[in-house]
C-alpha cells in the first residue's frame, strides 16, 4: 500500500519535529499499542477505549493518551478510538507500510531463534534470507529457509532485495559483515554482536546487547530494593 | 564484595533522587561505558581521557562527561579518568556489585543462545539453570549447563539460589512461570515473550521483544531518510 504520512503527523501546534524524533519510550509504548491493537481486533473489536487499549498494552492510561496525542491521534469521548484507524496510524508513524525485508546474517541458535520468531511477518517484517559460513550449517533448512553461504552474501542480499539486515554474529566478525552490507546498499542495520561498530552516514544500526537488558533490570532491580527495603 | 554505594551517588547539588532514576538512554550508556572500560583496563590502561573513552564506547564525548557527572565522576584535566576507580563506580550504579544468579527458563534456540552469551559473566551474572519441558532437551548438556525439567522449576531456583530468572518461551506459558518465579521469591525478571505479564509489587519485570527492536530500528530507518531523500 503507497505510504500516506497525512494521518501520522502531529498536531499542527506540535510542530513537525516532534513527528521526526518521537522518544524512545514513546516509540517501545507505540509497539505495545500496535500489538494490542492487532489482538483487540483479531478479537472483534472495532473500537476500544483508551482504558481498554492501556490494559491490553500493560500500560497507563494516561501515558496512552498522551502518546496517541503526538499522532494527532484522539479517542471519541464514550466511544473510544477506532482500532483498524488507530492500528493503520501508528504502523504509518513507525514506517511500517513500507515492506521490510530481512535477511539474517548468523545461523546459530540466536540466529535461528530469530528467523523463527513469530512475532516479525504480522508486524511488517518478512525474513527472506538466513546466512552463516559454517559448512555444517550451509545448505540446512532452518524455519523453511535454506541457509545461504555467506560468502555470497553481496550477491543473495541484492537478489533477494534485502533492505534490512540482522546481525546475530560474534564480534570479532561483526565490522566486516557491516560493511559488506552497507556495499550493497542496505541502510538499516540491527546487530546483536556486543562490539561498537562504525556505519557510514544515511545507514541505521541498531545495537541490541542482551547483557545490556541484564544490566539494566539489574539496576531497576537495585532501585526497587532501596525504595522498599523489606521487599530487597 | 560489600555494596559501598558512596561513590555512586550524585554529586550533592544533583540530590539522591537522580541517582534512583538515571534516564533509560543513560543507563544503556553506561553499560557501554563499563564495557570499553573493560577493555581498557584489559588493555592495560590505567587512565583514559574522556576522549578515548568515548570512542571505545562509540559515544559522544560531551555527552559520556554529562552522563559520568550524573555519578558524581569527573576525569581530571590532563589525566582524565581511572579506569579502574570509574569501572567501579559505574558497577556499583548498576547493582552489578550485587551477585545475580541468573536461571533460563526456555532450552530452544533462544534460551540456548542466551545460555552460551560469553557477555554475561565478566558482567557480573552467572548462569546457574537451564529449564524446559520438552524431554527431548531434559538432561542434555548445553553449554556446560544440564537442562533441568521445568516440573521441578521451584526446587531447581532454590536450590540454585537464583535471584534473576530469564523467560525464553513462548507467550501462552509465560504468565504461569512468572507467577511460579515470582511465588519462591524471584524478584528480577526478563522476559523474551511478547506477551503482557502482571507481576506483583516489588517485582521488577524487564520485557525484550525482538520485534519490537525491529520496528524501532525501522521508525529511525524511515526518519533518516526523510531527512535526507536521497539516501532512502
Not at 482504558?51 to 492510561?61: D, K, M, P, Q, Y
Request: glycine fraction near 10%; proline fraction near 5%.
Amino acid at each position: 500500500m503507497p505510504r500516506s504520512k497525512g494521518p501520522a503527523q502531529p498536531p499542527a501546534e506540535t510542530g513537525p519535529a516532534a513527528a521526526r524524533h518521537l522518544p524512545e519510550a514513546t516509540l517501545v509504548r507505540l509497539t505495545q499499542y500496535l500489538r494490542a491493537l492487532t489482538e483487540l481486533r483479531e478479537a472483534g473489536r472495532a473500537r476500544a477505549s483508551s482504558e481498554v487499549l492501556a490494559e491490553a498494552a500493560g500500560v497507563n492510561s494516561a501515558i496512552l493518551r498522551k502518546d496517541l496525542s503526538l499522532l494527532g491521534s484522539y479517542g471519541t469521548r464514550g466511544v473510544g478510538y477506532e482500532t483498524e484507524v488507530l492500528a493503520q496510524r501508528i504502523t504509518e508513524c513507525l514506517g511500517l507500510t513500507h515492506e521490510w525485508r530481512v535477511s539474517i546474517i548468523g545461523a546459530g541458535n540466536l540466529g535461528r531463534a530469530l528467523s523463527g520468531y513469530g512475532g516479525f511477518r504480522n508486524r511488517g517484517f518478512s525474513v527472506v534470507a538466513l546466512f552463516d559460513a559454517s559448512p555444517d550449517l550451509i545448505g540446512r533448512d532452518v524455519n523453511g529457509l535454506r541457509v545461504a553461504n555467506v560468502a555470497f552474501l553481496e550477491d543473495v542480499l541484492t537478489f533477494t532485495r534485502t533492505n534490512m539486515a540482522v546481525l546475530a554474529v560474534p564480534g570479532p566478525v561483526a565490522q566486516g559483515l557491516v560493511d559488506r552490507v552497507v556495499r550493497v546498499g542496505v541502510r538499516s542495520i540491527l546487530s546483536f554482536a556486543p562490539v561498537v561498530l562504525q556505519v557510514p552516514e544515511g545507514v541505521t544500526l541498531r545495537k541490541v546487547d542482551l547483557a545490556t537488558e541484564l544490566q539494566i533490570l539489574a539496576y531497576h532491580a537495585q532501585q526497587a530494593a532501596h525504595a522498599d527495603p523489606e521487599r530487597s
